[in-house]
C-alpha cells in the first residue's frame, strides 16, 4: 500500500487522508460525502482555497477569472474539459476575482484569465492567459 495523500474537501474544509492507490477511485469526503477528486472544476471561495493550496497534496490547480472576462468565458469549457481529463490526478478549481478581489491581490494575480498550481503547499506553476484543454492538460500534468 502506497502513503496517503492529503486532500481537503471543497464543500466543509475537512482534510482527508486518501491512499495514493485510490485516488481514481472517486474518494470521498469522510466527513460530509462530498466528491474529494470531482471530475469538473468547482468554485470556490478565498478562504477554502488557501486552506487547499497550504494543505494538499495532490496538485490543485486555481483559474483566477471574472464573468466580465471574455478570454475567461472562452475558456471556461476548456477548462471544464481539462478538468474530466485530469480527474484522480490533479484538481481544478475557480476563484471568481471580482466577488474576492483580496485573493487576486494576495496572489498576485495581474491579469486574467491567470492559473496557479500548488502541491504540498508550495506553489509550483502560474500560467497566464487563455489555454485550450489538451495545453492545460498538459500544463497540470507536469506538476504531479
Same mark, same amino acid.
Given at each position: 500500500?502506497s ?5 481537503t474537501?471543497?464543500?466543509?474544509? %475537512?482534510? @482527508?487522508r486518501?491512499? #495514493?492507490?485510490? &485516488?481514481?477511485?472517486r ?5 460530509? $460525502?462530498?466528491?474529494?477528486? *470531482?471530475?469538473? *472544476?468547482v468554485?470556490?471561495?478565498?478562504k ?11 496538485p490543485?490547480?486555481?483559474? !483566477? ?17 481539462? #478538468?474530466? /481529463? &485530469?480527474a484522480?490526478? #490533479?484538481?481544478?478549481?475557480k476563484l @471568481?476575482? %471580482?466577488? !474576492?478581489?483580496?485573493?487576486? /491581490?494576495?496572489?498576485?494575480? =495581474? ?7 500548488w502541491?504540498?503547499g =508550495?506553489?509550483?506553476a =502560474? %500560467?497566464? $492567459?487563455?489555454?485550450r484543454?489538451?495545453?492545460i492538460e498538459?500544463? #497540470? /500534468? =507536469?506538476?504531479?
Amino acid at each position: 500500500m502506497s502513503a496517503a495523500k492529503k486532500i481537503t474537501c471543497l464543500d466543509c474544509g %475537512q482534510v @482527508n487522508r486518501v491512499p #495514493a492507490e485510490r &485516488l481514481g477511485a472517486r474518494p470521498k469526503c469522510g466527513t460530509c $460525502g462530498a466528491a474529494l477528486l *470531482p471530475a469538473k *472544476p468547482v468554485e470556490v471561495d478565498a478562504k477554502t482555497l488557501a486552506k487547499a493550496a497550504r494543505t494538499d497534496e495532490v496538485p490543485l490547480v486555481a483559474d !483566477f477569472w471574472a464573468p466580465w472576462c471574455g478570454p475567461c468565458r472562452m475558456m471556461a469549457p476548456e477548462y471544464d474539459k481539462a #478538468a474530466r /481529463a &485530469l480527474a484522480g490526478r #490533479a484538481r481544478l478549481v475557480k476563484l @471568481n476575482t %471580482q466577488d !474576492f478581489p483580496d485573493a487576486g /491581490a494576495k496572489h498576485g494575480i =495581474r491579469g486574467i484569465p491567470t492559473m496557479v498550481a500548488w502541491s504540498g503547499g =508550495r506553489e509550483r506553476a =502560474r %500560467q497566464s $492567459g487563455a489555454m485550450r484543454a489538451g495545453d492545460i492538460e498538459s500544463w #497540470a /500534468a =507536469r506538476l504531479g
